[in-house]
């Protein structure tokens, strides 16, 4: 049983090799609602965060398949860079308007800016603020992008990718939705594999959401020690 916000990492294991951007979206829309709830996001607000997730790479459908390995260089690279501009035009294209639509192309164009470093794009002014959602959005996004295997790079465990996206808080990220990644996902995120102190194997499978379980999830046993038996589960590890 998930416990906490585990429920919402599962999804993590869902992969589809045929489709990898259907794979990333679904991902990140998740990602971004656990962290929305983290924060404190209201409940009525929490679909359309998702909506926001799930559909913020929409600039990549316009363009040809294995983006992920396209050579950064050329006219696929510029377009490839140029994604998120791309992504809001193809929102806005859609017939018939409501404040949802406008939310996922702003969205769309925000998520790849740097909090606190803005004005590096030509469409990024500076001067206005970064829509809560493109926060959100950033992080579920940077999250989920370095704990996937592409051909141009190796993913990295979930734990330096947490902690990775922590190190960027105040400059990259956002600190609060950065921060709310660090709660949701614990010391030890979901499906990190531990060594316990009687020489166990152990798959992390949740987190109670309390202090006491940031750093001792629950656990399942995948081999045994002196203390646990492979198939044992463990509340606080």
């Known amino acids: 049983t998930l416990q906490g916000g585990s429920h919402a990492m599962a999804i993590g294991l869902l992969q589809d090799d045929e489709n990898p951007l259907l794979t990333h979206s679904l991902h990140v829309g998740n990602l971004a609602v656990a962290i929305g709830r983290q924060i404190g ?6 679909a359309e965060l ?21 050579p950064p260089e050329g006219d696929l690279g510029a377009r490839v860079a140029a994604h998120s501009a791309l ?8 017939k018939g308007y409501h404040p ?21 794009q030509p469409w990024d002014d500076a001067r206005l603020p970064m829509h809560p959602f493109s926060r959100i959005v950033a992080v579920a996004d940077a999250y989920d992008s370095m704990v996937t295997d592409t051909e141009r790079r190796r993913a990295l465990l979930p734990s330096e990718a947490v902690r990775q996206v922590y190190g960027g ?5 956002d600190p609060v939705a950065a921060q709310a990644l660090v ?6 995120p979901y499906g990190s594999l531990l060594q316990l102190g009687d020489g166990a194997l152990a798959v992390v499978t949740g987190h109670l959401g309390d202090a006491a379980s940031f750093a ?7 081999r045994g020690g002196a203390q646990f038996t492979e198939g044992h589960s463990v509340e606080q590890a």
């Open 87 to 94: 992504g809001f035009r193809i929102q806005l294209r859609q």
């Open 100 to 120: 949802g639509r406008m939310m996922r192309a702003v969205v769309n164009l925000e998520h790849h800016l740097e909090v606190f470093s803005r004005g590096m």
């Open 50 to 70: 998702g909506l926001c997730g799930l559909f913020h790479d929409t600039g990549f459908t316009d363009l040809p398949g294995d983006l992920e390995w396209a």
């Open 183 to 188: 709660n949701l996902m614990g010391r030890f």
């Open 169 to 173: 808080r105040g400059e990259r990220f």
């Open 216 to 222: 001792r999830p629950a656990v399942k046993i995948v």
């Open 41 to 46: 996001i209201p409940r009525h607000l929490l």
